[in-house]
T-cell receptor, first 107, second 113 residues
Framework: RKEVEQDPGPFNVPEGATVAFNCTYS??????FFWYRQDCRKEPKLLMS???SGNEDGRFTAQLNRASQYISLLIRDSKLSDSATYLC????????FGTGTSLTVIP | EAQVTQNPRYLITVTGKKLTVTCSQN?????MSWYRQDPGLGLRQIYY???????DKGDVPEGYKVSRKEKRNFPLILESPSPNQTSLYFC????????????FGSGTQLSVL
């Protein structure tokens, strides 16, 4: 049983498109939630925390549904520079990572 | 600048030759951790430490050792590396509040021949 599950993709979208990623987690007692971005063979970097009320940072919107135990990330107006792997991360005292969703934004 | 420093960036070695990957953080974080990342498997935790002289096994500890003699340093030791330990390794640290974010080192690509 995986703690965190993500659709690995790949998602190939044109510039300007809106794309959404979902992630499910298994432990209802999970405490905090994050989206990280990882470029090829580089370290993951925090994209944004995810709060129950939903939160937005520019073109990025994250939402948490505790009842259904899923987290989402919406990217609007995709840029070429958004191409990366997006990791869903859940904190249950330890951090658990999804395997990542690969996004390629095409000119 | 707040950072996690990990060295070396690349390492090629042979089976059985002991090696150490160093990790240091300057954010006074209590928690430090080591992960390995393999294609299709994502990030898996090897060992973690909640504070000085306190270490615990993660999901894949076999073949690895760690120590936490000082708060800032958390080296990963492979006493007798084997080819199945060829992987991309990341060190990370964070504070201990429930919403604390995890900060990563730049990674070590290890190849064991």
């Amino acid at each position: 049983r995986k703690e965190v599950e993500q659709d690995p993709g790949p998602f190939n979208v044109p510039e300007g498109a809106t794309v959404a990623f979902n992630c499910t987690y298994s432990n209802s007692a999970s405490q905090s939630f994050f989206w990280y971005r990882q470029d090829c063979r580089k370290e993951p970097k925090l994209l944004m925390s995810v709060y129950s009320s939903g939160n937005e940072d520019g073109r990025f919107t994250a939402q948490l549904n505790r009842a259904s135990q899923y987290i989402s990330l919406l990217i609007r107006d995709s840029k070429l520079s958004d191409s990366a792997t997006y990791l869903c991360v859940v904190n249950e005292d330890q951090f658990y990572f999804g395997t990542g969703t690969s996004l390629t934004v095409i000119p | 600048e707040a950072q996690v420093t990990q060295n070396p960036r690349y390492l090629i070695t042979v089976t059985g030759k002991k090696l150490t990957v160093t990790c240091s953080q300057n954010m006074n974080h209590e928690y430090m951790s080591w992960y390995r990342q393999d294609p299709g498997l994502g990030l898996r935790q090897i060992y973690y430490s909640m504070n000085v002289e306190v270490t615990d096994k993660g999901d894949v500890p076999e073949g690895y050792k760690v120590s936490r003699k000082e708060k800032r340093n958390f080296p990963l030791i492979l006493e007798s590396p084997s080819p199945n330990q060829t992987s991309l390794y990341f060190c990370a640290s964070r504070g201990i509040t429930s919403n604390a974010k995890l900060f990563f080192g730049s990674g070590t690509q290890l190849s064991v021949l």
